[in-house]
């Protein structure tokens, strides 16, 4: 669901904010980034969950939030710098028409963009704002769409002129009063005109691309679960995919021209420095977008699993569980995509219990949702919708645990012994670390494990991870295997599945990350109560 967690014009910090305060219901997926909107789900308790789950993480944030563009001036910074990229299909609005290649228009084609020129400039007069506050930033976001017609009349090929416009047009919709006659659906529709021709004059415009989707995404929602609602949230989707393309590499260029520099910067001028810390600042801009692109990407797809015939549903939703983990993978505490992957787990759950399909445990992955949104509340325990969410799943944890589940380990202090010393046997994690579990260990609703009771069972405490990983190392037993590197050298394990690897690689780094940020008390109260 794009609204949990999801993310609006090119990203504040907000998180999803909009966030419900649900009551005690089934998580659901969020979207976006900024405010959340709740998870749809099939069933009227996955729709309670969803308000409950689907606050804090859902509502996508905007590049203008993000970058905090809107000056106090009453000018809009342009924030088209060059990054950003969308998709060249059209929304099935008449949102990609383009003229031909080249920078010149035709009169014919100057005549029709004054036009549509005309018909924004209306629709963005004919908003009058909520209250005074709205009205004040309703006269700057007109003052600025002026500005930005006179630059295109200027210069018809200019892609940040389009890529402002749109913002303020986006922005707009956003201020739309709802007992006034303005269409915020109109004004969206306009702002998709404007980025479609931005990113047709500059295809690398990525940043385009994500305010897009979101506008898209906005459209979308008004419509409910219908047809045109599917090719819509579709549209945003293949938006999403095209942003976090074309910005994927930028922090990796950022990476090169850093070390480069830092190699240099002492054998040049000391100004040097500047543009290393000037490099690093646009490295974490590009980090925080890329963030805010995945988990909104992940919301559209769980947005539109709500939509398409259930064949396709479970395909749809395990790419959403990607996005969401690939987001968590490059930032262990971004806890919107980590309440999102949660909530997204949770419906999955809901699905797989009506489904009634015997390969997959629905108790398992309620448990694997809970686990999410417990790191999320440890991450950010003032949230009141994260709060609101744990209270329906915790439950559903090992508790006094975090994790309980099955490994495969060598004996302690001997990672490198045969295979056939190797042992499968059920491990426990909590807020200090993970060990092998004993029989004063086994949580009461598991089956006790088949350690060999001479051997010394294997304790990794969470203050001695250095690292994290899987690994692929022809020495170890077959299998899904991570290596936990500690202070004392490196321990090997191997899980039953791959599946089951990525759920103990994110639940260790989890809780790795929560003692890292000082709230392993936080994690601690939750899973001993």
Not at 231 to 256: D, F, G, M, R, T
Not at 279 to 287: G, I
Not at 404 to 421: C, E, F, Q, R, S
Not at 499 to 505: I, K, Q, S, T
């Given at each position: 669901?794009?609204?949990?967690?999801?993310?609006?014009r090119?990203?504040?910090?907000?998180l999803?904010?909009?966030?419900?305060?649900?009551?005690?219901?089934?998580p659901?997926?969020?979207?976006?980034?900024?405010?959340?909107?709740?998870?749809?789900?099939?069933?009227?308790?996955?729709?309670?969950?969803?308000?409950?789950?689907?606050?804090e993480?859902?509502?996508p944030?905007?590049?203008r939030?993000?970058?905090g563009?809107l000056?106090?001036?009453?000018?809009?910074?342009?924030?088209?710098?060059?990054?950003?990229?969308?998709?060249?299909?059209?929304?099935g609005?008449?949102?990609?028409?383009?003229e031909?290649?080249g920078?010149?228009?035709?009169?014919?084609?100057?005549?029709?963009f004054?036009?549509h020129?005309?018909?924004?400039?209306?629709?963005?007069?004919?908003?009058?704002?909520?209250d005074?506050?709205?009205?004040?930033?309703?006269?700057?976001?007109?003052?600025?769409?002026?500005?930005?017609?006179?630059?295109i009349?200027?210069?018809?090929d200019d892609?940040?002129?389009?890529?402002?416009w749109?913002?303020?047009l986006?922005?707009?919709?956003?201020?739309?009063?709802?007992?006034?006659?303005?269409?915020?659906?109109a004004?969206?529709?306009?702002?998709?005109?404007?980025?479609?021709?931005?990113?047709?004059?500059?295809?690398?415009?990525?940043?385009a691309?994500?305010?897009?989707?979101?506008?898209?995404?906005?459209r979308?929602?008004?419509?409910?679960?219908?047809?045109?609602?599917?090719e819509?949230?579709?549209?945003?989707?293949?938006?999403?995919?095209?942003?976090?393309?074309l910005?994927?590499?930028?922090?990796q260029?950022?990476?090169k021209?850093?070390?480069?520099?830092?190699?240099?910067?002492?054998?040049?001028e000391?100004s040097?420095?500047?543009?290393?810390?000037?490099?690093?600042?646009?490295f974490?801009?590009?980090?925080?977008?890329?963030?805010?692109?995945l988990?909104?990407?992940?919301?559209?797809?769980?947005?539109?699993?709500a939509?398409?015939?259930?064949r396709?549903?479970?395909t749809?939703?395990?790419?959403?569980?990607?996005?969401?983990?690939?987001a968590?993978?490059l930032?262990?505490?971004f806890?919107?995509?980590?309440?999102?992957?949660?909530?997204v787990?949770?419906?999955?759950?809901?699905?797989?219990?009506?489904?009634g399909?015997?390969d997959?445990?629905?108790n398992?992955?309620?448990?694997?949702?809970?686990?999410?949104?417990?790191?999320?509340?440890?991450?950010?325990?003032n949230?009141?919708?994260?709060?609101?969410?744990?209270?329906?799943?915790r439950s559903?944890l090992?508790?006094?645990?975090?994790?309980?589940?099955?490994?495969?380990?060598?004996?302690?202090?001997?990672?490198?012994?045969?295979?056939?010393?190797?042992?499968?046997?059920?491990?426990?994690?909590?807020h200090?670390?993970?060990?092998?579990?004993?029989?004063?260990?086994?949580?009461?609703?598991?089956?006790?494990?088949?350690?060999?009771?001479?051997?010394?069972?294997?304790?990794?405490?969470?203050?001695d991870?250095?690292?994290?990983?899987?690994?692929?190392d022809?020495?170890?037993?077959?299998?899904?295997?991570?290596?936990?590197?500690?202070?004392?050298?490196?321990?090997?394990?191997?899980?039953?599945?791959?599946?089951?690897?990525d759920?103990?690689?994110?639940?260790?780094?989890?809780?790795?990350?929560?003692?890292?940020?000082?709230?392993?008390?936080?994690?601690?109260?939750?899973?001993?109560?």
């Amino acid at each position: 669901m794009e609204e949990p967690t999801e993310s609006r014009r090119a990203g504040a910090e907000d998180l999803a904010n909009g966030a419900l305060e649900p009551e005690e219901a089934a998580p659901e997926v969020e979207v976006e980034v900024e405010e959340e909107e709740p998870p749809r789900s099939a069933t009227a308790k996955q729709e309670e969950a969803k308000a409950a789950l689907g606050a804090e993480g859902s509502r996508p944030f905007t590049m203008r939030e993000l970058l905090g563009e809107l000056k106090e001036d009453g000018e809009p910074a342009a924030t088209g710098s060059g990054g950003s990229a969308r998709s060249a299909f059209g929304d099935g609005n008449g949102i990609g028409s383009a003229e031909a290649e080249g920078s010149s228009y035709s009169q014919d084609s100057t005549q029709q963009f004054s036009s549509h020129h005309d018909v924004a400039m209306d629709l963005i007069n004919s908003v009058t704002g909520v209250d005074e506050e709205g009205r004040s930033r309703q006269r700057i976001l007109s003052f600025a769409a002026k500005r930005y017609v006179n630059a295109i009349e200027r210069n018809p090929d200019d892609p940040d002129a389009y890529y402002n416009w749109a913002l303020v047009l986006q922005e707009s919709a956003d201020n739309v009063d709802p007992n006034s006659s303005s269409s915020k659906d109109a004004l969206l529709e306009e702002a998709c005109k404007k980025y479609a021709e931005a990113t047709r004059l500059c295809p690398t415009l990525y940043d385009a691309y994500y305010n897009w989707a979101i506008a898209i995404a906005d459209r979308a929602k008004m419509r409910g679960r219908t047809k045109e609602a599917e090719e819509l949230w579709k549209q945003a989707i293949l938006n999403y995919e095209k942003a976090v393309q074309l910005n994927w590499n930028s922090p990796q260029h950022l990476v090169k021209a850093t070390t480069w520099d830092v190699s240099i910067s002492f054998q040049l001028e000391i100004s040097n420095l500047d543009f290393l810390i000037a490099n690093v600042a646009v490295f974490l801009t590009c980090l925080s977008f890329l963030l805010q692109a995945l988990n909104n990407w992940g919301l559209g797809l769980q947005e539109l699993s709500a939509i398409v015939p259930a064949r396709d549903k479970q395909t749809i939703i395990k790419t959403a569980i990607s996005k969401f983990r690939s987001a968590i993978q490059l930032q262990f505490d971004f806890h919107r995509a980590i309440y999102n992957l949660g909530t997204v787990l949770y419906g999955l759950a809901e699905d797989t219990m009506r489904s009634g399909k015997p390969d997959v445990s629905p108790n398992e992955l309620y448990s694997q949702s809970a686990i999410y949104v417990a790191a999320a509340h440890a991450l950010k325990p003032n949230y009141s919708v994260y709060r609101s969410a744990l209270r329906l799943v915790r439950s559903m944890l090992p508790l006094p645990y975090l994790k309980v589940g099955y490994l495969t380990a060598p004996p302690a202090n001997n990672a490198i012994a045969p295979h056939k010393d190797w042992e499968r046997s059920q491990f426990i994690l909590n807020h200090e670390g993970l060990q092998q579990a004993d029989a004063s260990d086994q949580p009461p609703s598991q089956s006790a494990g088949h350690m060999d009771r001479g051997r010394k069972p294997v304790r990794i405490n969470v203050a001695d991870i250095v690292s994290v990983s899987a690994c692929a190392d022809l020495t170890l037993p077959s299998g899904a295997s991570l290596c936990i590197e500690t202070i004392h050298g490196p321990t090997f394990l191997v899980a039953d599945s791959w599946e089951a690897l990525d759920g103990w690689l994110d639940a260790i780094r989890l809780v790795y990350t929560i003692f890292a940020r000082g709230k392993s008390d936080v994690l601690a109260g939750i899973i001993t109560g």
